[in-house]
Each structure stands twice: as C-alpha cells, then as structure tokens.
C-alpha cells in the first residue's frame, strides 16, 4: 500500500502540474507578461521535482528495494534541490508582486529586465546546490540514518530510496535554505501587503472611479491569498525550525510524516495561489480545452489584445495602471 502511494502520489502530482505547463507553453500571448513566466518557471520546477520522486519510487519498485547507492543519491540530491528550487521560484513571485505594488509605475519595465535572470537564477541554484548535496556522497559524509544510529540509536531499516539515505551535512544545508527562502518570501507578501492596505486607505473617499472599484476587487481577492500564503509559510517555517533542531534533538517520527504531508500540500496551495488564482491561467486552460464561455467579457480591453508595448501588467495590483490607460 506504502509502495503505491510513493508512486501515486507524485504521479498525480506530476499530471495535475504538467496541464498548465502545457496551456503556458502552447500560449504564446499570455507569456508577453512577466508574471505568466514565473508562473511558468514554477510550474516546470514542480514537475520536475514530482518526475524525479515518481522515478524513484518506479525504479525502487522494479529493484526490488535494491536501487544502486549512486543512482539513489544523485535522484535523492537533485529532488532536494529542485525542492528548494520551488521555494525560490515562489520567492521570485512574491517579489514580482512587490515590484507591483512598490514600483507601479516602472512595474513592466522593471520585470521585463529580470523575468530572464530570475528564471536563470532558478535553474542555476538547482544545479548548483544538487552538485553540493552529491558532493556530500563522493566525500563520504555520515547519511542521516547513520548519525541517528549514532547519536541517538535510532535504526531507520529502511531499505528503499529514501530521504534518511542523504548526508546529513547536506540535509542540514537543505533546511537552512528551506527556512531562508520562506522567510523572505513570508516577509515580502506581508510588506506587499501592508502597501496595497495603504493604498487602499489613501482612495476610500473615490467610490466613483472604475479604476478604484477594480483595485478594492482585486486586492480584496489579493489579501485573501496572502492569508492563506501565510498560513502555510507559518507552518513550513516553524516544521523546518523543529527539522534542524532535531539534528540535537530526536522528533517523533509521527512529525515527519505529517511535515511531508505538510509541505506536499503547501506544493498545492502555493501554486494555485500564484497560478491558478491569476485570471489569466484559467481562462488560457479553458481556452485550451475549448470550453464556451458563458459570461459577458468585462469591459475594456482583454490580455490578449494590449500589443507588445503596453503589455498587461502582472498581478492583482499592478493591472490598475494598465486598466486606466485602457479606458482613458
């Protein structure tokens, strides 16, 4: 049963992220805007991650448990840093929405210029940190089933490719990481959102302008997402804390479990409140689909017709200026 959840599950995982990184690819118009490719940078991260964790549990399958120890660990390293790759990729997109907010104006300008390098720096930290967790193997550092034995006489048995396999020094390395990346992005949401608060407090005597009634909307819609975003940073944050503090201090093994739990769902959660959330996401998948729309198309000019040099801006704050110039 055990077996085929670790292949179901990211099996699932990996069909349910590869339909939107279709519908992005075949979309030519929707990727003019910057935030559609770092939507799209995330969403080839997780498919990423999910294929290697499906080609772990299909080969422990087909070895019977005997996976060679050098295939284990480089599948093993390269999950761990595409993981932390995720954790970049929504740190990228939390600083694109405070671009939005901060530097409205230069918003598109500044994102056009660093939409590229962000989605490099990605692949390159993949690279790169996957190259230091392997090197932890060649030197031959002690795995974490080997220090718990150790120090806490805790004896894993575990037979498949798992997570107890990697270097504890690179484990280690991995949560520090893990635990840098969502702090900031926990503190770029909520900065991005105290600013949107602001600026909604400055326009609440304007209840005439469209551009005012389109802003309250789509921030009110904006503060909900970070609060779910924050829940999960919250948990993620303090799961990590007790993940490095147990390298002293042995956690029931009850935690682990839920803490993978945990962070598989916050793979979910994160992506559709980046992703799916984004108008513009849905309405391509439909479009690919060939679903009929039902409802009357706003007024205004749509996405997919602002030409090449006022292209609309990401987000939902920064689509305001974009929005004003349309019906100017």
Same mark, same amino acid.
């Given at each position: 049963?055990?077996?085929?959840?670790?292949?179901?599950?990211?099996?699932?995982?990996?069909?349910?992220?590869?339909?939107?990184?279709?519908?992005?690819?075949?979309?030519?118009?929707?990727?003019?805007?910057?935030?559609?490719?770092?939507?799209?940078?995330? /969403?080839?991260?997780?498919?990423?991650?999910?294929?290697?964790?499906?080609?772990?549990?299909?080969?422990?399958?087909?070895?019977?448990?005997?996976?060679?120890?050098?295939?284990?660990?480089?599948?093993?390293?390269?999950?761990?840093?595409?993981?932390?790759?995720?954790?970049?990729?929504?740190?990228?997109?939390?600083?694109?929405?405070?671009?939005?907010?901060?530097?409205?104006?230069?918003?598109?300008?500044?994102?056009?210029?660093?939409?590229?390098?962000?989605?490099?720096?990605?692949?390159?930290?993949?690279?790169?940190?996957?190259?230091?967790?392997?090197?932890?193997?060649?030197?031959?550092?002690?795995?974490?089933?080997?220090?718990?034995?150790?120090?806490?006489?805790?004896?894993?048995?575990?037979?498949?490719?798992?997570?107890?396999?990697?270097?504890?020094?690179?484990?280690?390395?991995?949560?520090?990481?893990?635990?840098?990346?969502?702090?900031?992005?926990?503190?770029?949401?909520?900065?991005?959102?105290?600013?949107?608060?602001?600026?909604?407090?400055?326009?609440?005597?304007?209840? /005439?302008?469209?551009?005012?009634?389109?802003?309250?909307?789509?921030?009110?819609?904006?503060?909900?997402?970070?609060?779910?975003?924050?829940?999960?940073?919250?948990?993620?944050?303090?799961?990590?804390?007790?993940?490095?503090?147990?390298?002293?201090?042995?956690?029931?093994?009850?935690?682990?479990?839920?803490?993978?739990?945990?962070?598989?769902?916050?793979?979910?959660?994160?992506?559709?409140?980046?992703?799916?959330?984004?108008?513009?996401?849905?309405?391509?998948?439909?479009?690919?689909?060939?679903?009929?729309?039902?409802?009357?198309?706003?007024?205004?000019?749509?996405?997919?017709?602002?030409?090449?040099?006022?292209?609309?801006?990401?987000?939902?704050?920064?689509?305001?200026?974009?929005?004003?110039?349309?019906?100017?």
């Amino acid at each position: 049963m055990i077996a085929w959840g670790r292949i179901g599950v990211p099996a699932a995982l990996m069909v349910l992220f590869a339909v939107p990184l279709i519908v992005i690819i075949k979309s030519r118009t929707i990727r003019e805007e910057p935030m559609v490719l770092l939507i799209l940078n995330m /969403t080839a991260v997780l498919v990423s991650f999910n294929a290697l964790f499906f080609v772990i549990s299909i080969v422990d399958a087909v070895t019977a448990n005997s996976m060679p120890h050098l295939l284990c660990s480089f599948l093993l390293s390269t999950g761990l840093a595409v993981f932390g790759g995720f954790k970049l990729s929504t740190l990228l997109l939390a600083a694109e929405q405070y671009v939005a907010v901060v530097f409205s104006l230069q918003h598109f300008t500044i994102m056009s210029r660093w939409v590229n390098k962000m989605i490099a720096f990605t692949w390159l930290f993949i690279v790169g940190f996957s190259a230091i967790i392997l090197l932890c193997f060649f030197l031959g550092l002690e795995t974490i089933a080997e220090f718990d034995l150790r120090v806490f006489g805790i004896d894993h048995h575990i037979n498949t490719c798992g997570w107890q396999k990697v270097a504890n020094m690179g484990m280690f390395a991995f949560q520090i990481v893990f635990f840098l990346f969502t702090i900031l992005t926990c503190g770029l949401l909520t900065y991005t959102a105290v600013q949107g608060l602001k600026h909604e407090k400055r326009i609440a005597g304007d209840n /005439t302008s469209r551009q005012t009634e389109n802003f309250v909307l789509r921030f009110k819609s904006f503060r909900r997402i970070v609060k779910l975003l924050l829940i999960f940073l919250i948990i993620d944050i303090i799961g990590t804390v007790i993940h490095i503090i147990s390298r002293w201090f042995p956690v029931p093994t009850l935690f682990t479990y839920a803490s993978h739990f945990v962070r598989t769902s916050s793979l979910v959660v994160e992506y559709w409140a980046y992703g799916i959330s984004n108008a513009i996401i849905p309405k391509a998948i439909k479009k690919f689909f060939g679903f009929r729309r039902n409802h009357r198309e706003p007024q205004g000019r749509p996405a997919d017709s602002v030409p090449p040099r006022q292209p609309p801006a990401a987000g939902p704050i920064a689509m305001i200026e974009v929005e004003a110039n349309g019906t100017s």
